[in-house]
Every structure is written in C-alpha cells, then in structure tokens.
C-alpha cells in the first residue's frame, strides 16, 4: 500500500520501499477482510522483495501478475504505479490508467488510481470532483489527503482521512492510510496509536508490525520498536527486513555493538541489501565518534576502515544509490580529521549522491549541507555558501545550512552579512537553537562588540552545557574581559569536556597564570606540550613560571634551552635568557 508522489528518480526507490512508504503491501480487495495469505498478496510481497534486491523488472513482472490475478487489488496498483513512473515514464501509465477509468466512470477506486498521476494542483481539482461525485467512497478522500500533505496543510489532510475511515466503516486500510500520514507528518505517538489498532486488527500481518516498529522509533521508545520488529520477523522469519530494523532501533539508541550484530544477520539473509550496508557503515561511524568524545583522544582510525568497508559494498552493490555514496562520503569526512586529503574524497563521494537526486527533498537538503561542512574545512568559503544557496532554495528554514552560511561568511570577515543573511533569520525560526545563539555571539566578538558578544556565548553555554566548545569561547571572553574567576570556571570545564585540545589547555594555563595558580599553569602548558608537538611559546611560559614563582633554576634553563632549540625568539628577553642560563641551578 502506497499512496507516495507519482514522480520519483529511480535511485530513490529502494531507499523508499524500505523506509515505509511503500512498506505496507496490502492485497485485500476493497470492502472485503484482509486476505494474509491470498495469491496476489504474496506477489505484491514478493515484487517487494525483488525490489530491496534491485530487479526492478522482476518486481514489475510480479505485479502484472497480481494485477492479472486479482485487477482490483488497490496495493497491486499502487506500487505498480510507482515503480512504473520511475522506470517506464509516467505519460504512458496516465494514458493507461486514465483509459481504464473511463471504461469504468463508477467505480471510484479506478478513479482514485487515474487521478493519483495527474501533477498535483490538476489531480486537487479533480479529487474534489471525486469526492462530490462518489459520496460513500473513501478513495477520494484519501487521494485529496496526499495533495493537502505535500501543500503542508497537515490538519486538514488528517481530518480527510478520518472522514475516509468512516467511510469505509473502519475498514482498516484506510486507518494504514492515517498511520503513515500522521508519521509523515512527525505525529508520532499519534501514528503509534494507529499502528497499534492496525497491527491489532491485522495480527499476522508482517508490514503492520514494522509500520509499528517505525513508529515507537520515530517516538523515542527503541525497546518497544525493538518488540514490535521482533514480532515481524516471527511472522517471516526468511525476510531481512524486520533485523534490518532492529539494527536501525539499536542505532537510535546508541547501542552500537547491538545495531551491527541485527544488521549483520540481516545481511546474512541479503548481502546486497543497501540500506543494510549503510547502517553498519553508520553504526560503526558513530561509535568512533562517540569513542573518540568519551576519551578525548584522535578518532580511531581502524574502526573508520570497518565503516567505510560497508559503505563501500554499499556502492558496489547499487551504484546508483544515493545512500550509497551518502554513507561513504560520511565515513571519509570523519577520516578526514587525521588525514585531510580524504575530505576531497569525500566531496566527491558527495557530489555523486547529490547527481543521483536530481528532485529536491530533505535528503537532497541533508546532502548539501554535508557538502557545505566539507567545503568550509576545506576553506572553500564561497563554494560553500553557494551549497548554503541550494538547501535554503529547497529549505528556506533548515538551520544547519544557516549556520554554515553563517560559518563561510564570517571566515571572510563579513560579518554584518552573517548576522543579517543567516543568523538573526535563523534565530526568528528557533530562537533557542544553541548553534545559531553560539554563532552570534562568535561574530558579535568577532566585532568587538564584547558586552553583546557574552551574552549570547552565555546563552549557547546554558542551551548546551556539555559542549566543550561553547565552554573554551565562552572561557576566552572572560579571560579577555578580565573576568578571570568566571574564564577558570568556564575553561576548567572546557577541557574536562576536552582533554585532548591544546587551545583549551593553553587558555587554561594562561587564566591559571593570571589567577596565580602556578601548579595548576604548569599542569596546562605540559599538557599542551604533549598534545602539540609543534608548540614553542609553552616552553617559554614554564620557563619563566619555573624561574620567577616556582623558583626551579634547572627546571627553567631546561624549558627556555628548548625553547630556543626550537626556534624561538624574543629580542626583549635575550639578556634575561643570558641570566638564567648562566645560573648555577644548585
């Protein structure tokens, strides 16, 4: 059962069957119980399957077939229509269907059917014709539902549906229909009510259980998604759908040893199943990041292989996947920390998702603002913000690529442009948004507008308090306003959240010295030391704490002797380098 836009690029269809669109194969004629076990049911199942499997026409093949079996089976119908628009063109299943409605003016669901291709402001016109026309039918209150959801009038689609469903005297595809609308639409403790009652009325039915499963996901309740996917694999236990999603619920949950083990057995089933393959890409991806959070150490480069394997057999198996490419480029950007050369891999890896998505949508949006990241790190600013250009086009009000336009201009130091093209619109959609808060006041200071500057890096500071990075800015601007007190706070908990990065350790040490805190100054710049093999000025500071404070005369000829070997200089100090040198340190 699907009731998906007619017009779809084939590297998406995959992805769609699989993410629930299309998931719900129902073959039970209108007004009769739902047959579980009927001959064209398990065609349209079995054209589902050939479908995850990438054999488009064995998929078309099996559903000819049911059609010939069962000519009224709605489910048949609908998924022919959408694989056939995207594989055979969409101008001759509008005259087929439209051919097929006139030889039967009344019979609604033929008409439904017909009118589903038409672009979408013809096919409003013509449901509400429908809809006056056939008065008991809920066919067409469901095909106007879909226009009004892609116009975004949510409500009012959701009212046609309940109109639909009383219609249909409570037949329970049509509570399906409602289901999957209030999941596009985000309504997701609402959708689980609904699957809930589906999944109920149809206990045995595999596609109502997952429908359910992705509900409970998308509520934040994996454990019970987890359950309700259990159930699906119970009913068809040869199918790898059900562990593919376990894997997805794990991941959510950020169990990641748990997600790739339910992935792995799903690919025992299908080792060519994509969507499968970019999880345990994903999954293996995040658990580096995460490692690498937790102890503050460099990302570990070992499991990113592990990652990029999957991602890799992802492509090789569809290379017209989007996700494909997706994943890989993903795994490349992370890579990209220890060996920059590989973000220009990823860019490409990039770049071939997005030319597998010509239609614009939320993925093409999350594709350019991975994009938009790449090219900042790669300080390809105004590349970056014409990227920035492309997801606004699509997405006036995505925060992310606003924050990144912001990012590109002030790296050119444009920074009243970044206020008024990006951030301050950003911030009338989600005030509170810690990225965007963060970002004024980094340019705010970046203007030297000090007193409007902290109170934003405050804000950012108390929307996310265990981001490290908001901590060291904040910290900084303290320090810089001689609220020392205030910058040891701040800085004390930026390298707790960040042990590993000598800019916080060197703005520690620096505050340290200011608040006189000579053991702790001394803790900091060795730290940096050890962390930054290419720091020089650190051996200067604890040459002169060691001198003047500590009074360590060895300890200090020993930090300025490297100092020097290193290469630095300071005209003003070479007679008190001459001084101390020339000390007898016992």
Same mark, same amino acid.
């Given at each position: 059962?699907?009731?998906?836009?007619?017009?779809?690029?084939?590297?998406?269809?995959?992805?769609?069957?699989?993410?629930?669109?299309?998931?719900?194969?129902?073959?039970?004629?209108?007004?009769?119980?739902?047959?579980?076990?009927?001959? !064209?049911?398990?065609?349209?199942?079995?054209?589902?399957?050939?479908?995850?499997?990438?054999?488009?026409?064995?998929?078309?093949?099996?559903?000819?077939?049911?059609?010939?079996?069962?000519?009224?089976?709605?489910?048949?119908?609908?998924?022919?229509?959408?694989?056939?628009?995207?594989?055979? %063109?969409?101008?001759?299943?509008?005259?087929?269907?439209?051919?097929?409605? !006139?030889?039967?003016?009344?019979?609604?669901?033929?008409?439904?059917?017909?009118?589903?291709?038409?672009?979408?402001?013809?096919?409003?016109?013509?449901?509400?014709?429908?809809?006056?026309?056939?008065?008991?039918?809920?066919?067409?209150?469901?095909?106007?539902?879909?226009?009004?959801?892609?116009?975004?009038?949510?409500?009012?689609?959701?009212?046609?549906?309940?109109?639909?469903? !009383?219609?249909?005297?409570?037949?329970?595809?049509?509570?399906?229909?409602?289901?999957?609308?209030?999941?596009?639409?985000?309504?997701?403790?609402?959708?689980?009510?609904?699957?809930?009652?589906?999944?109920?009325?149809?206990?045995?039915?595999?596609?109502?259980?997952?429908?359910?499963?992705?509900?409970?996901?998308?509520?934040?309740?994996?454990?019970?998604?987890?359950?309700?996917?259990?159930?699906?694999? $119970?009913?068809?236990?040869?199918?790898?759908?059900?562990?593919?999603?376990?894997?997805?619920?794990?991941?959510?949950?950020?169990?990641?040893?748990?997600? /790739?083990?339910?992935?792995?057995?799903?690919?025992?089933?299908?080792?060519?199943?994509?969507?499968?393959?970019?999880?345990?890409?994903?999954?293996?991806?995040?658990?580096?990041?995460?490692?690498?959070?937790?102890?503050?150490?460099?990302?570990?480069?070992?499991?990113?292989?592990?990652?990029?394997?999957? !991602?890799?057999?992802?492509?090789?198996?569809?290379?017209?996947?989007?996700?494909?490419?997706?994943?890989?480029?993903?795994?490349?950007?992370?890579?990209?920390?220890?060996?920059?050369?590989?973000?220009?891999?990823?860019?490409?890896?990039?770049?071939?998702?997005?030319?597998?998505?010509?239609?614009?949508?939320?993925?093409?949006?999350?594709?350019?603002?991975?994009?938009?990241?790449?090219?900042?790190?790669?300080?390809?600013?105004?590349?970056?913000?014409?990227?920035?250009?492309?997801?606004?086009?699509?997405?006036?009000?995505?925060?992310?690529?606003?924050?990144?336009?912001?990012?590109?201009?002030?790296?050119?130091?444009?920074?009243?442009?970044?206020?008024?093209?990006?951030?301050?619109?950003?911030? $009338?959609?989600?005030?509170?948004?810690?990225?965007?808060?963060?970002?004024? %006041?980094?340019?705010?200071?970046?203007? @030297?507008?000090?007193?409007?500057?902290?109170?934003?890096?405050?804000?950012?500071?108390?929307?996310?308090?265990?981001?490290?990075?908001?901590?060291?800015? /904040?910290?900084?601007?303290?320090?810089?306003?001689?609220?020392? $007190?205030?910058?040891?706070?701040?800085?004390?908990?930026?390298?707790?959240?960040?042990?590993?990065?000598?800019?916080?350790?060197?703005?520690?040490?620096?505050?340290?010295?200011?608040?006189?805190?000579?053991?702790?100054?001394?803790?900091?710049?060795? $730290?940096?030391?050890? /962390?930054? @093999?290419?720091?020089?000025?650190?051996?200067?500071?604890? %040459?002169?704490?060691?001198?003047?404070?500590?009074?360590?005369?060895?300890?200090?000829?020993?930090?300025?002797?490297?100092?020097?070997?290193?290469?630095?200089?300071?005209?003003?100090?070479?007679?008190?380098?001459?001084?101390?040198?020339?000390?007898?340190?016992?």
């Amino acid at each position: 059962m699907t009731d998906t836009q007619t017009r779809r690029p084939r590297s998406r269809l995959i992805h769609l069957v699989l993410g629930g669109a299309l998931a719900l194969l129902l073959a039970a004629p209108v007004g009769t119980a739902h047959a579980a076990d009927s001959p !064209a049911k398990k065609l349209v199942d079995n054209a589902a399957r050939k479908l995850r499997e990438q054999d488009l026409s064995g998929a078309i093949a099996l559903l000819e077939e049911a059609l010939d079996t069962d000519p009224r089976n709605p489910d048949a119908h609908l998924l022919y229509q959408d694989v056939a628009s995207d594989v055979l %063109g969409v101008a001759d299943l509008r005259t087929a269907y439209a051919e097929k409605a !006139a030889a039967a003016p009344e019979d609604a669901l033929f008409q439904y059917l017909s009118t589903r291709l038409l672009e979408p402001e013809d096919a409003a016109n013509a449901f509400d014709r429908l809809i006056a026309k056939f008065r008991k039918s809920p066919w067409p209150l469901v095909g106007k539902a879909r226009v009004l959801e892609e116009e975004g009038q949510i409500d009012a689609a959701l009212k046609l549906h309940d109109e639909a469903i !009383a219609r249909a005297t409570g037949e329970t595809r049509f509570r399906a229909y409602q289901a999957f609308a209030l999941e596009r639409s985000g309504r997701w403790n609402a959708a689980v009510e609904a699957w809930t009652r589906v999944s109920t009325e149809w206990p045995k039915d595999l596609a109502a259980q997952i429908g359910l499963g992705e509900a409970l996901r998308g509520a934040g309740r994996p454990d019970e998604a987890i359950s309700a996917f259990s159930a699906a694999q $119970k009913l068809s236990p040869v199918d790898p759908d059900p562990y593919y999603r376990m894997g997805l619920a794990h991941l959510d949950a950020e169990r990641w040893d748990e997600s /790739l083990a339910s992935l792995k057995r799903a690919l025992a089933m299908d080792e060519t199943m994509v969507p499968a393959l970019c999880a345990s890409s994903e999954s293996l991806l995040k658990k580096a990041i995460a490692k690498s959070k937790e102890t503050g150490a460099l990302i570990d480069v070992g499991v990113l292989k592990e990652a990029s394997t999957w !991602a890799i057999k992802a492509v090789a198996s569809n290379p017209d996947s989007a996700a494909a490419h997706f994943s890989l480029g993903a795994v490349y950007e992370a890579l990209g920390e220890v060996d920059p050369d590989e973000l220009e891999t990823s860019l490409t890896e990039y770049d071939d998702a997005l030319d597998l998505l010509p239609f614009p949508g939320p993925e093409k949006v999350r594709l350019l603002n991975a994009r938009a990241y790449v090219l900042l790190r790669l300080a390809r600013y105004d590349e970056a913000l014409a990227t920035v250009s492309k997801a606004l086009d699509i997405e006036p009000d995505n925060v992310t690529a606003m924050v990144h336009g912001s990012h590109a201009l002030n790296s050119q130091d444009k920074f009243k442009e970044a206020i008024s093209q990006y951030l301050d619109p950003g911030l $009338k959609i989600a005030k509170d948004e810690p990225r965007l808060v963060f970002g004024k %006041g980094m340019t705010l200071w970046n203007m @030297e507008a000090h007193s409007k500057a902290l109170k934003f890096l405050e804000k950012a500071v108390e929307l996310d308090p265990e981001n490290g990075i908001y901590r060291l800015a /904040l910290g900084e601007i303290y320090y810089e306003l001689k609220k020392n $007190k205030q910058a040891g706070v701040e800085l004390t908990k930026a390298i707790e959240l960040r042990p590993m990065d000598s800019i916080a350790w060197t703005a520690y040490g620096r505050v340290c010295t200011s608040l006189k805190d000579w053991e702790y100054a001394v803790e900091a710049f060795e $730290k940096v030391i050890e /962390l930054d @093999e290419e720091s020089v000025d650190e051996y200067l500071y604890l %040459g002169m704490i060691y001198y003047d404070y500590l009074k360590d005369v060895g300890k200090a000829q020993e930090y300025i002797e490297q100092f020097l070997e290193r290469g630095g200089d300071d005209p003003n100090m070479e007679s008190w380098f001459e001084r101390v040198l020339g000390e007898d340190p016992n």
